[in-house]
């Protein structure tokens, strides 16, 4: 997955700095509006780089950081 770019993925969020944060906590990120996904997989990003992938299922992506990696 780093080797890809966030334009190689059908899918991909990017994290505010904030969503960032609690995602490498092990929290999942609760979206306040609905977006567009054509896809349960969506690839994350923050500051333009992949990071992680998230699972998205009623306005949250959930955390699938594996827990050894979390803060």
Same mark, same amino acid.
């Given at each position: 997955? +780093?080797?890809?770019?966030? &334009? %190689? +993925? $059908?899918?991909?969020? %990017?994290? /505010? #700095?904030? *969503? =960032?944060? !609690? =995602? +490498?906590?092990? %929290? &999942?990120?609760?979206?306040? #509006? @609905?977006?567009?996904? /054509?896809?349960?997989?969506?690839?994350? &990003?923050? %500051?333009? $780089?992949?990071? &992680?992938?998230? @699972? =998205?299922?009623? #306005? *949250?992506?959930?955390?699938? =950081?594996? !827990?050894?990696? @979390? @803060?």
């Amino acid at each position: 997955m +780093l080797a890809l770019k966030p &334009s %190689e +993925l $059908k899918t991909v969020f %990017e994290l /505010d #700095q904030e *969503q =960032y944060e !609690k =995602y +490498l906590h092990g %929290e &999942s990120v609760i979206l306040s #509006q @609905r977006p567009d996904f /054509d896809n349960k997989w969506i690839g994350l &990003s923050f %500051e333009g $780089k992949l990071f &992680s992938w998230g @699972r =998205y299922s009623n #306005q *949250q992506i959930k955390n699938v =950081y594996p !827990k050894g990696l @979390r @803060r």
